[in-house]
């Protein structure tokens, strides 16, 4: 049965360099009401190896953990028609006001997408920055992304520091 998926507001402060910008929150996320909440998903083992921003803390302090370091955490739809939490099932999607977020935190220089999907859909709906702003895609989190192990995700990931 498609539902009307709604995601929740991003996580960021004004010392913020990077954004890291999903699709949008899978079945499991939307429950939990916490981005990346599914057990599979590599997202909060990686930070927890770059910045210490693991499962072991509690979610706040997971987000809180990523501020400090430089890094915004959002998605590119605010809501969609979608079946399960697969991307590609994502339809009638409706942007966030990235364009906003990016002007009241000038500070952010750099995109980090979590996956190619999410470069997708930024480009479709984004295709024009009100700013230069580099954009890297980075290997998707997911469990739906098996072409890379955990180990190879995180060296990819690592990349990420630099831009910090």
């Known amino acids: 049965m498609t539902r009307i998926a709604h995601t929740f507001g991003p996580s960021v402060s004004p010392r913020c360099r ?3 910008l999903g699709t949008m929150p899978g079945v499991a996320s939307l429950a939990a009401g916490a981005f990346y909440a599914h057990p599979r998903n590599a997202f909060w083992d990686i930070m927890g190896r770059l910045v210490g ?4 803390l509690p979610y706040a302090r997971r987000l809180a953990r990523l501020r400090a370091h430089g890094m ?4 590119v739809v605010a809501e969609c028609e ?8 994502i339809r ?10 990016l002007l009241r935190y000038p500070r952010l220089h750099t995109i980090a997408f979590n996956g190619q999907p999410a470069a997708r859909l930024f480009q479709r709906h984004i295709p024009a ?3 230069t702003i580099r954009r890297v895609v980075f290997p998707s989190t997911s469990p739906a992304h098996a072409a890379l192990d955990v180990e190879a995700k995180v060296r990819a990931w ?7």
């Open 18 to 20: 990077v954004l890291i």
């Open 53 to 56: 921003a693991g499962r072991e």
């Open 72 to 75: 915004a955490l959002w998605d």
């Open 82 to 89: 979608r079946v399960g939490s697969l991307d590609s099932a």
């Open 92 to 101: 009638a999607e409706r942007a966030n006001d990235l364009v906003g977020l």
């Open 129 to 131: 920055c009100p700013r």
């Open 158 to 164: 690592s990349r990420l520091l630099s831009f910090l």
